[in-house]
């Protein structure tokens, strides 16, 4: 682990608006982090928006920004469609900003995401979804300790083609058998 960013998550705030637009290059681009969510080009009325679903009590989503041991952000990941009766809640819009990608972030980004889930809001279980292509995402979730489940066959239209899409989760027994570490 020497030499790697250490990751930890705190709320994200209208600060943090500028450098998500400005991670959103291309339509692709937004397609591949947020799904559906927005529509580009993207803009601070969409993200103003955005910052209201973590609002609620309680709410529904939780909306971070991951940050390096020195404070400086690495990237942004939501623990969304919190359902407090069933313990079940979606990762989404899990997004490494350049330069920070290829160092692992992703994973220490999930891994935060999911402590959170588990250890402080009691979840029994979590589940993403990526595009199929995206496949250092997938290695880094399963790293992370997350099972593919299935693959969705053209969920999405982007252009003249369709994306597919992987359906990860992790069970809260799977995560507590986990080394502590992590």
């Known amino acids: 682990m020497s030499g790697q960013r250490l990751v930890h998550l705190r709320r994200f705030e209208r600060g943090d608006i500028d450098r998500l637009i400005a991670a959103a290059i291309s339509p692709e681009v937004l397609v591949q982090w947020a799904g559906g969510l927005f529509t580009y080009p993207l803009d601070v009325a969409q993200l103003e928006r955005y ?5 609620g009590n309680p ?3 939780k909306l971070f920004t991951g940050l390096d041991e020195a404070g400086t952000a690495v990237g942004h990941i939501e623990l969304t469609r919190i359902d407090r009766r069933n313990l079940v809640a ?9 330069p920070y990608r290829g160092q692992g972030l992703g994973r220490q980004l ?3 995401a999911l402590r959170v889930g588990f250890d402080e809001l009691n979840l029994h279980r979590i589940e993403l979804n990526v595009f199929d292509f995206n496949q250092p995402a997938v290695a880094a979730y399963r790293r992370a300790g997350m099972v593919v489940e299935g693959r969705l066959r053209d969920t999405r239209k982007v252009g003249d083609t369709y994306w597919s899409v992987y359906q990860m989760s992790m069970l809260a027994d799977e995560w507590r058998g986990q080394p502590a570490g992590r």
């Not at 910052?51 to 609002?55: M, Y």
């Not at 979606?90 to 350049?98: C, K, Q, T």
């Open 110 to 112: 999930l891994t935060a």
């Open 51 to 55: 910052l209201l679903t973590g609002v």
């Open 90 to 98: 979606s990762i989404a819009r899990v997004l490494v900003f350049d």
């Open 59 to 61: 709410p529904t989503s």
